[in-house]
């Protein structure tokens, strides 16, 4: 099956107000060129300098969206602006100073979403339930930056239902509007709960290759 195959696959069963990010993290250019024939304008990845050398690569192609994804020390924000238009993963103050004096600097806005890490994995990052509030605050008081809703990942071995719930009803406590939830294992579980944007890897591009260190 081709990724243009597996790519109809799933808008056939996404809602239109979806937006669809196609992770594509470890996956050569060639792979994002082949979505990109198909449609696909939404692209996530997780890695920083490995991001930077694809948008290089992609830069000749129009509307290109870029959603960054994964866990972003501080000392990355530099390679993020200004091309990536969307940052899921804002989970303490120190980053959103960071990304708001890199971007304005480029003349340029992100989009950003607070990752909350409602299952208090000690491994993952993302910032507490009952610090998102001031972190959201503190966000939208900084140049360069437009906080655009609340992203998360559930624990693995949990039902990610309740957790979708839940960030649902915290996104709608602080008047946001996006919310970044579902991966390839349980994004129809995220649209139900309410998600404005998934995040699929796998199911569109197939297994990914091994990160070289």
């Known amino acids: 099956m081709t990724i243009a195959d597996r790519l109809a696959e799933v808008r056939a069963r996404l809602p239109a107000a979806v ?16 979505a990109y024939a198909a449609g696909q304008r939404h692209f996530g990845e997780n890695y920083a300098q490995e991001w930077r050398a694809k948008a290089d690569e992609l830069a000749d192609l129009p509307g290109l969206v870029w959603h960054f994804v994964g866990g972003l020390q501080t000392n990355k924000a ?12 804002l989970d303490r103050e120190e980053l959103a100073r960071e990304l708001s004096k890199r971007y304005a600097a480029a003349g340029a806005t992100a989009h ?95 297994e990914r290759p091994a990160r070289r260190e």
Request: aromatic share 4%; proline share 9%.
């Open 19 to 34: 937006t669809l990010v196609a992770v594509s993290k470890l996956q050569p250019a060639q792979a994002i060129r082949e």
């Open 78 to 89: 530099k390679y993020l602006a200004p091309r990536a238009a969307w940052i899921h993963t």
């Open 112 to 206: 950003v979403l607070v990752e909350v890490n409602l299952g208090g994995e000690r491994q993952k990052s993302g910032c507490a339930p009952e610090r998102v509030e001031p972190l959201v605050a503190l966000a939208r008081r900084q140049p360069g930056l437009e906080v655009a809703g609340l992203m998360c990942i559930p624990p693995p071995q949990d039902d990610p239902r309740p957790h979708f719930a839940r960030l649902r009803a915290l996104r709608d406590r602080l008047g946001l509007r996006e919310l970044s939830m579902g991966m390839s294992a349980d994004w129809p579980i995220a649209v139900e709960e309410g998600a404005t944007l998934v995040r699929i890897g796998t199911a569109l591009f197939g």
